[in-house]
């Protein structure tokens, strides 16, 4: 199978980079694309960079330049639920792109895209499933996704009254453009800071939670 792997930062990357042998870079535009072999299948992982646009641009390059059967995606959150711990590991069954909002002129929901029936982009339910089977302690969650990083505890009560657990800036344009071109998508997320942790925490702790997330998806890519 050929795997797709978005990366958002330097330091999800380095864990990436850290476990694999034989990694072999391609320039495609702008981007570099790191190419090797992982439990059986041709993986190429990108870094996007920060935020949805990048996020998206990415994901499209990638489908498009490896003609990749599967995107997945690995890397840090914030919590929205106090009861949420540093190190704490989910799937992503659904993301809701908060900063998305067409209501004034379409017959929608704020943060709805017109072709869902509510404020959710799916993910890959199956894939969910058999991510969940390999590592029965992985939580399936909702992510509230969009250009900020999140500190304010009232920005972070506002998101998880959409339903959402945790806060990400790439995973709804991931899902989003994977859904547009017909590719299945998986997301492992793993806290980098709390609920009541601010960017600081996410700097202490980034590179050993993006290690644990990445370790979760070589996991799931032996059963794929």
Known sequence: MKVGIIIAI????AAFLDSCSNVRSVQVGRKTVYCTSRKGHEVYAVLSGYG????AAATEM???WSHCDLIMNFGVTGA???SLRVEDLFVVSKACHYDYDASAFAPVKKHQYADYPDEYIPLDPDLVRLARTKIPSLRETAVA???RFIESREDKEALRALGCSLCDMEIAAIARTC???GVRCL??????DAYDDDSSAFQNNVRR?????????DQILEVL
């Open 179 to 181: 859904d547009i071109n």
């Open 80 to 82: 929205l639920e106090p």
């Open 145 to 147: 996704s969009g250009d």
């Open 187 to 192: 997301s492992i997320k793993c806290i980098s």
């Open 52 to 55: 949805e646009i990048d996020a």
């Open 10 to 13: 330097e330091s999800e990357l």
């Open 209 to 217: 939670s993006a290690t644990l997330a990445f370790d979760a998806i």
């Open 62 to 64: 990638l489908i498009i």
